[in-house]
């Protein structure tokens, strides 16, 4: 009987070591019962037309408190520590990544769901409500052709016991709620708890445009300027974008004239400062930054992708102009207009005649040349070819008078 009854005490020592790890154990989190584990939206708007880009977005998850027994959120440092870090968690989008959908007129909606982002494996040191704050993590330096997302969102994390009655028992995350309070432009927005968190960028690729001048003829002047006057316009978009041209001169060197072009937030029009530029044989004006060190608003180009553009060339005595254009695309390389024009007569550059050219991912470039009239040197120019005939007239009679004068006086 006393075997029997040490081996029960044994037996029970055993359980009872046995149960006390488990409960240390699930005192320290175990999840257990399909855990709630949370998800992401990242929505990125692509231009029509446009390959979407190889971008990574990351988002990164901020510790604010637990809330207290009042119902009141505890932030205090040492409240904080307690809590465990969320790791970040990210999305990857590529060329494959094609769309439909557009909420946004001229860009498509290429969407990514980003799932578990509290992970199961996440240990809690006891039942509440564990708040964070949802943010994108921007880069750095920033790219220049995208509009990244400011939004900000409170996640609310509710870790439950599994059995109410036993506070030392395992521990479940039974819901993951969000609510809103900076949108994506940046701005206050206390919006409603809402399922998920939805974080909208815009791919905004940025385009280079060239426009040059060359002129031909024997007697061409190399050194003489030609105004010419642009337009731009773009597809609608929040942010104000400010383009810079630079001249470059017939040696390949930058030179000092700029031309900066600013689109207005919320506005289509371009408007250029200067409103025309003058290029000489040779130079280039070159949308692209190439006079620029800010590298973050300038180094992939600086026309918004998507403009439509058009550039006249006021005409010149004595010159007749053409030009070749390309209009995002190499393949549509060709005389532009498809006859020569009329000496010193303005030449307006466009599609069809009236439609203006877009900026595309591709080439965009329009190249003026201006031939001059063709001379023959003969010594006499032709504007004073009246008054010399006259004085030829006049001199041819009085000796024509004198002549008839001699005959009378032998006859």
Avoid: C
């Avoid at 949108?183 to 998920?196: E, Q, R, S, V, Y």
């Avoid at 905004?204 to 006057?229: H, P, R």
């Amino acid at each position: 009987m006393n075997k029997l009854m040490k081996k029960i005490v044994t037996v029970a020592l055993a359980l009872t070591m046995v149960m006390s790890t488990v409960l240390s154990v699930s005192a320290t989190g175990l999840q257990q019962d399909d855990p709630e584990t949370g998800t992401l939206t990242k929505i990125l708007e692509v231009p029509k037309g446009v390959p979407t880009p190889d971008k990574t977005f990351n988002f990164v998850f901020t510790k604010s408190g637990i809330v207290n027994g009042s119902g009141v959120l505890d932030s205090a440092d040492a409240v904080k520590a307690t809590m465990p870090g969320l790791s970040n968690v990210s999305t990857t989008f590529g060329t494959s990544d094609t769309s439909t959908t557009e909420t946004v007129a001229g860009y498509w909606d290429v969407t990514k769901t980003i799932t578990d982002i509290v992970p199961t494996s996440t240990t809690w040191p006891h039942a509440g409500e564990y708040v964070y704050m949802v943010s994108e993590l921007q880069d750095s330096p920033a790219d220049p052709a995208l509009r990244y997302s400011l939004a900000s969102y409170q996640m609310t994390v509710y870790v439950e016991n599994t059995a109410p009655s036993d506070p030392n028992g395992n521990l479940i995350v039974k819901n993951i709620g969000f609510k809103q309070f900076i949108n994506d432009a940046g701005t206050t927005a206390d919006i409603p708890a809402k399922a998920d968190p939805i974080f909208r960028n815009r791919y905004k690729e940025l385009v280079k445009l060239d426009i040059s001048k060359m002129v031909t003829g024997q007697y061409a002047d190399a050194t003489l300027g030609f105004v010419f006057t642009p337009t731009f316009e773009r597809a609608l978009d929040k942010d104000e974008v400010i383009s810079i041209g630079t001249i470059i001169g017939a040696d390949g060197t930058p030179t000092s004239r700029i031309v900066t072009v600013t689109f207005a937030a919320n506005g289509t029009t371009g408007v250029a400062d200067p409103t025309t530029f003058t290029l000489a044989h040779g130079e280039t004006i070159k949308f692209e930054g190439v006079n620029s060190s800010d590298t973050e608003k300038f180094g992939k180009g600086t026309l918004p992708i998507g403009t439509t553009w058009t550039v006249m060339e006021t005409g010149s005595a004595g010159y007749t102009a053409s030009a070749i254009v390309n209009n995002n695309s190499a393949t549509e390389e060709g005389p532009f207009p498809t006859s020569p024009g009329t000496a010193g007569a303005n030449l307006t550059v466009n599609t069809d005649g009236t439609n203006a050219l877009i900026a595309g991912l591709s080439i965009n470039k329009a190249a003026f040349t201006n031939e001059y009239r063709t001379v023959s040197p003969t010594g006499i120019l032709l504007n004073n070819l009246p008054f010399i005939l006259l004085i030829v007239v006049a001199l041819g009679g009085f000796v024509g008078y004198i002549a008839s004068k001699r005959r009378k006086a032998t006859n």
